[in-house]
């Protein structure tokens, strides 16, 4: 059983920054894939950014150069430092974990980038 609860979204102006937190409990001590994803309204959920066990990240094209995923694994958090945001970035952003190919959701968290 793996819960993961998010925390951070907001409000903020255009070229603003936002940091995301994500907390995970349960059975996450083997390789996994931590993640997060997004879906604006009458979009279809994306992925922003994953970072892996070992550290190794990935970033959808419209958000390299201004977001930066991290992990701890001790504590079992992720974080997603977005900087230089758009309106285009508002959406509902989800946490997500990947352990032995099954995928675990957070409810959750609203951006919304407006002026």
């Known amino acids: 059983q793996v819960q993961l609860v998010e925390s951070g979204g907001g409000l903020v102006q255009p070229g603003g920054s936002l940091r995301l937190s994500c907390a995970a409990s349960?059975?996450?001590?083997?390789?996994?894939?931590r993640a997060w994803y997004r879906q604006a309204p009458g979009k279809e959920r994306q992925l922003v950014a994953h970072?892996?066990?070992?550290?190794?990240?990935n970033y959808a094209d419209s958000v390299k150069g201004r977001f930066t995923i991290s992990r701890d694994i001790a504590k079992g958090t992720v974080n997603l430092q977005m900087n230089s945001l758009k309106p285009e970035d508002t959406a509902v952003y989800y946490c997500?974990?990947?352990?032995?190919?099954?995928?675990?959701w957070g409810k959750g968290t609203l951006v919304t980038v407006s002026s």
């Open positions: 349960g059975t996450i001590f083997r390789p996994n894939t």
């Open positions: 997500n974990i990947r352990i032995d190919n099954m995928d675990y």
């Open positions: 970072i892996t066990t070992g550290g190794m990240t």
